[in-house]
């Protein structure tokens, strides 16, 4: 079993900053990309940030210079340090991991159970 916990959400004011962490555990062999994504009530979810191992990242335009994804490989854990913080980066904020898991071949997709940000104007 493979779990990804989240923590660091909450309430904010416009221009603040938050840091979201992310924690995998369980059975696992490996992780691949670590990232984070968003959702809003009636809108598909959308991808944040994301870091390979190797620690390559990648954003979304409208979080670029602000937002900071990282990763500690020895913990299994990702964060994403968010500054300058807008209303409009309301959301429920995902972790995801593409793993290995002891056992099996394959990569598989992990989902935590989203977290909340809130920002208020």
């Known amino acids: 079993q493979v779990q990804l916990v989240e923590s660091g959400g909450g309430l904010v004011q416009a221009g603040g900053s938050l840091r979201l962490s992310c924690a995998a555990s369980?059975?696992?062999?490996?992780?691949?990309?670590m990232g984070w994504y968003r959702q809003v009530p009636g809108k598909q979810r959308e991808l944040v940030a994301q870091i390979t191992r190797s620690d390559n990242t990648d954003y979304a335009d409208s979080v670029k210079g602000r937002f900071t994804i990282s990763r500690d490989n020895a913990k299994n854990t990702v964060f994403l340090q968010m500054n300058s913080l807008k209303p409009e980066d309301t959301a429920v904020y995902y972790c995801h991991a593409l793993l290995r898991s002891t056992g099996r071949i394959e990569l598989y997709d992990y989902w935590g159970q989203g977290t909340q940000v809130t920002v208020a104007s």
């Open positions: 369980g059975t696992i062999l490996r992780i691949n990309n």
